[in-house]
């Protein structure tokens, strides 16, 4: 009773929200669709010039925001940025489209991103969406899309929206989780590099105190059989290599991530790598992580704070 009235508590917002976005707008219940039909013809057509015709009539205008369409509905704008019709989507947001409009499963149209990021769509998405764009482009696997989102602020670390019951799932809900199991090796990198911890899932107070021992990305990387190139990114970018406790099957040296995690257990650190990790932990706390290229220390290690070298 108390996780229901809990979990009633947390999400009635989102879930009064969501409901509503399934009824039609009382205004256009009894309006006859052609001007909602006409304006997302223009936009599957990628005919620009039309829309912006169409838009700079007030019958239609006033349906620049409105979903519509079979399957989920969506609006002019979502449609044009699924499309890829840039034409288009410049036309809407000259006009005034909402940018972060929503469609009945509470997502934005973000996923297309350079367009709408610069004309102010927030990079995290929509409050009212449980998942978020990072998420979806790091399962994925769209590199150059997560790579405007971080690029302009998205939080690498960000989590998936769960009730408490759901605790375990989220401990292994991140980002760097998704990636590592649909195996997109770039955007796992991009994520470390963009200020992601590698030990996201245990150094989260308030999921600790739900989960005792959430399993470690290190031991998810080995029990999804990851490729060892995962394994050595976590150990480069401070993973703690002794929370995975390896059960004596795994321990085995014919397996190259646990070979690789046993080395690192037993050669320390280089002074050179202890000083790479303090750095970036410190600009990464700061929230100026990209200034690593304004540090007045030679071009070659700037390039190796960068993992370049």
Known sequence: MRIVLQLAKMNLMDITKIFSLLQPDKEEEDTDTEEKQALSQAVYDNDSYTLDQLLHQERYKRFINSRSGWGVPGTPLRLAASYGHLSCLRVLLAHGADVDSLDVKAQTPLFTVRVLLEAGACPGGSIYNNCSPVLTAARDGAVAILQELLGHGAEANVKAKLPV?????????????????????????????HGADPDYNCTDQGLLARVPRPRTLLEICLHHNCEPEYIQLLIDFGANIYLPSLSFDLTSQDDKGIALLLQARATPRSLLSQARLVIRRALCQAGQLQAINQLDIPPVLISYLKHQL
């Open 165 to 193: 019951w759901a605790s375990n799932i989220a401990s292994c809900s991140g980002p760097l989780y998704l990636a590592a199991v649909y195996g997109h090796l770039d955007c796992f990198r991009l994520l470390l590099l």
